[in-house]
Structure formats: structure tokens, C-alpha cells
């Protein structure tokens, strides 16, 4: 395969998808970084291949729990280690999250109302607590530039039915609590996770996009959790923290700052630590 095969369908915040001649699709995860619905004018180098080679470790850890959508690695030399070649799908509209946590857009949900996305939760309930089931929680899929919205359960089941709203919510919750153990028998919470599903032509229902990446998902160190605060983290909340010290609005029209090296070096440093923590394997 060569560049004159592919063409360039879509470009979000952080991969970039090519329609290769025979209808399958190439995801190509860039080495860009967003933090609340912008993107960054500064790269985290090797981040894509991070974020690559993590998917396809937990892909085929969860083999025995749902398919998904990965054909080949076989990809164009430019793109080696951060791109997989895709079955194409119908995608459902929703993003599918699971939490097993308090934190986020979930805890601000919890202190207005008690509920997450219409779950009723515990009274007295802190930053990092750890809830007494992992709860569903689907958000919509925003363009960009705009938030997702939280949603309850029955908004899915009234675009998509019962069933499939039922099934979509079983196996993320599966998912979840599978990837919580596997991570927390090498030092790192899972404290919530969003995965995304596409339908094949049966009706089948398979796990695309990524899955359980520092991007996609809140990774805590297991020995310095401690409810009652923001709890240090692998993933980007290290860049929107630092976003948020220098006093840049994300809702004003300014543009995100570029990152000092620094928050690029230590960014990078969290992404491979959580690579190597959770799959034993060195990053080189």
C-alpha cells in the first residue's frame, strides 16, 4: 500500500482517518493533544504511538468480551506504530461511559442534582470516592468546538431502542470492571473510561475508535489516591491544570497557550508510564 491509496476523510482533534480503495479506513492517531474541546498548538512526541499500541494491547485483552474493529497493522511506512487499517461501521451517536469514580463533569452533575446522568448516588459523596457500582453514563457526540452533554440512559434507548441501549450498557460496564482489575493489579485506578461502538451490516455490535488510552479514559496511581481532592493522574489532566494556572479562558476567544517544555516532557514521561505499568512491557 502506498500514499497514492489512501485519502484523507477526516481530521479530528487528535486522529486523523483516511478511506483507503477498498472501503476499509486507516486511523491514524497524530501526536496532537486537546484539553477542553481545543487543540493544542503544541505536540507530545510519540504520543500517537502511545496512544496506538495501548488500544491494540487492551483490544486484545477484551477479545473474549466484544469484537472490535481492527484488521491489520500492516500500514504505510510514514504512518508505522501510531495507525491500525478499520473495518467501517455504522458508529453509534453516543459516547458510551462507564465510571467507577466521582470525578469530572460526573461529580459537578452529583453536586447539582445527586445524580449522574440520572443515577441516583449516595449522599455525601467527595472528589475520588469511589462508588458503590460502576455507573453508565452516555454523553452525546459534540462537534467540535462544543462539550459533550451528559445524558440519561433512556435519551439512548429512545434513539436506538431498549435493546441495543441495554447491550451498549452491559458491555461497557464489562469493559470497565475488566480493565479496573487488569490496571489495578499494576498500581493504576481506572476511575472512568469512554469506549465508542460502530454496528456492522448484522447488527453486530463492535468496539471501535480506542480503548482505554490516557485520552479516552481518567488514570489514577492506586498508592496516592485519596478522596476528598483532585488525585494526581497519568492521563492530560496534568495539561489542563497547567493550562488553567496560567489563567487562559478555554470559553473565551483567545487561543490555548503553546506548552513550555517541560509540561511536553513530563506529559509524555505520564503516557508511557501508564503504557508500561498497565501492559509489563518496556516503551521504547
Known amino acids: 500500500m502506498t500514499a497514492s491509496t489512501y485519502r484523507l476523510i477526516y481530521s479530528g482533534k487528535v486522529r486523523d482517518l483516511y478511506e483507503l480503495p477498498d472501503g476499509r479506513l486507516l486511523f491514524v492517531a497524530t501526536d496532537r493533544i486537546s484539553a477542553y ?31 472490535n474493529h481492527v484488521v491489520s497493522t500492516d500500514v504505510p511506512a510514514e504512518f508505522h506504530g501510531r495507525a491500525m487499517i ?13 465510571r467507577g469514580y466521582l470525578t469530572g463533569s460526573g461529580l459537578a452533575d ?22 458503590p457500582e460502576p455507573i453508565f453514563t452516555p454523553a452525546t457526540k459534540a462537534p467540535r468546538g ?12 429512545k434513539a436506538l431502542g431498549a435493546e441495543t441501549a441495554a447491550r ?13 482489575d487488569r ?10 473510561t469512554k469506549v465508542e461502538f460502530g454496528r456492522r451490516a448484522d447488527g453486530t455490535l463492535v468496539l471501535a475508535d480506542e480503548v482505554l488510552t490516557p485520552d479516552s ?39 490555548p497557550p ?23 512491557r518496556r516503551w521504547e
Open 183 to 192: 490496571a489495578l493489579a499494576s498500581g493504576i485506578i481506572v476511575a472512568d
Open 110 to 131: 452529583y453536586q447539582r442534582t445527586g445524580q449522574v446522568c440520572g443515577v441516583p448516588l449516595p449522599p455525601g459523596l467527595v472528589d475520588g470516592d469511589r462508588l
Open 86 to 98: 478499520c473495518e467501517r461501521l455504522e458508529m453509534i451517536p453516543f459516547e458510551c461511559v462507564a
Open 37 to 67: 474541546d481545543h487543540i493544542l498548538p503544541t505536540l507530545i512526541p510519540d504520543k500517537g504511538r502511545i496512544l496506538t499500541a495501548l488500544s491494540l494491547w487492551w483490544f486484545d485483552q477484551l477479545a473474549d468480551v466484544v469484537p
Open 258 to 280: 503553546p506548552l513550555p517544555e517541560d509540561v511536553v516532557a513530563q506529559t509524555r514521561a505520564r503516557y508511557i508510564e501508564a503504557y508500561e505499568r498497565i501492559t509489563g
Open 168 to 180: 451498549l450498557a452491559e458491555l461497557t460496564l464489562t469493559i470497565y470492571r475488566q480493565a479496573h
Open 146 to 157: 462544543t462539550h459533550d452533554e451528559n445524558v440519561p440512559l433512556a435519551a439512548v434507548e
Open 217 to 255: 479514559s481518567r488514570f489514577w496511581p492506586a498508592e496516592s489516591w485519596r478522596p476528598g481532592r483532585a488525585q494526581p493522574s497519568f492521563d492530560k489532566q496534568y495539561v489542563r491544570d497547567w493550562l488553567r494556572s496560567t489563567g487562559w479562558d478555554p470559553a473565551g476567544s483567545a487561543p
